[in-house]
C-alpha cells in the first residue's frame, strides 16, 4: 500500500507571494490533517479535513486555508506568505476521525520564504 | 490546557547503551490518547506507539519499551541496546480533547544520537 504523498518536497518562494501544497492520503483514508514545524515552535496543528469538510482549525491566521477533494486529496494554500512561514508542513492521513485512529505522515513539504 | 514536555533536548549514547527518553504530559481530561513518533533525518513522523488513558500497562515491541505511568502523568519510552539507525528526532504527543478530530498536541523533541 502507497504510504502518504506530499508535492511539492521543496519550494522557494518570496514574501507576499502564495503558494499550495498537495497531499495524497494512503488509498481508503478519508482524513487528512496538516501541521507546521519549525525549530521554533516545534509542530503545531493547522487544520483537519474529513469527509470534504474542515472539521477542526488550529491557531493560524487565515492567511493559511484548505481544501479537501471527493478522492480525499488535499491542498493547503498558505497567501501572502512571510518570512516566518518558512517550515516543514506535514500531512497525515487517517482511517476515520478522531485520536484512535492511527495517523500516517507524509514526508513533508520544506517551504522557505524569502 | 493541554501540554506535553520533554525536557531532554538532546541525548547522545554509544551503540548498545540503553536510552530513555521523558515525556511528561498535563490534560484535565480523563479519557485521552499518548503517542511517540519517531522522525528521521528523511523528515517523516514514522508512529510507534498510541497508548490510551485507561491502559496503563507497559508496552515491549523488541527493543523499544513504554512505560505510562498516570500519577506522574509520564509516557516514557526506553531503547535497550541503542544501535546507530535509532539516531532521529523522537517526539511524544497528546491528543487534543478540544478538537474533535484526530489533532494531537507534540511535545519539542528528543534528538537522539547514537554513535558506533
Known amino acids: 500500500k502507497a504510504g502518504v504523498t506530499q508535492t511539492p518536497r521543496y519550494l522557494i518562494k518570496t514574501r507576499g507571494q502564495q503558494v499550495t501544497l498537495s497531499c495524497s492520503p494512503i488509498?481508503?483514508?478519508?482524513?487528512v490533517s496538516w501541521y507546521q514545524q519549525t525549530p521554533g515552535q516545534g509542530l503545531q496543528f493547522l487544520f483537519e479535513y474529513f469527509s470534504e469538510t474542515q472539521r477542526n482549525k488550529g491557531n493560524f491566521p487565515g492567511r493559511f486555508s484548505g481544501r479537501q477533494f471527493s478522492n480525499s486529496r488535499s491542498e493547503m494554500n498558505v497567501s501572502t506568505l512571510e518570512l516566518g512561514d518558512s517550515a516543514l508542513y506535514l500531512c497525515a492521513s487517517s482511517s476515520g476521525q478522531g485520536a484512535s485512529y492511527e495517523q500516517y505522515f507524509g514526508p513533508g513539504t520544506r517551504l522557505t520564504v524569502t | 490546557a493541554q501540554k506535553v514536555t520533554q525536557a531532554q533536548t538532546e541525548i547522545s549514547v554509544v551503540e548498545k547503551e540503553d536510552v530513555t527518553l521523558d515525556c511528561v504530559y498535563e490534560t484535565r481530561d480523563t479519557t485521552y490518547y499518548l503517542f511517540w513518533y519517531k522522525q528521521p533525518p528523511s523528515g517523516e513522523l514514522v508512529f510507534l506507539i498510541r497508548r490510551n488513558s485507561f491502559d496503563e500497562q507497559n508496552e515491549i515491541s523488541g527493543r523499544y519499551s513504554w512505560n505510562f505511568q498516570k500519577s506522574t502523568s509520564s509516557f516514557n519510552f526506553t531503547i535497550t541496546a541503542s544501535q546507530v539507525v535509532d539516531s532521529a528526532v523522537y517526539f511524544c504527543a497528546l491528543s487534543d480533547t478540544n478538537q474533535a478530530g484526530t489533532a494531537l498536541i507534540f511535545g519539542k523533541g528528543t534528538t537522539l544520537s547514537v554513535s558506533s
Open positions: 488509498s481508503g483514508h478519508r482524513s
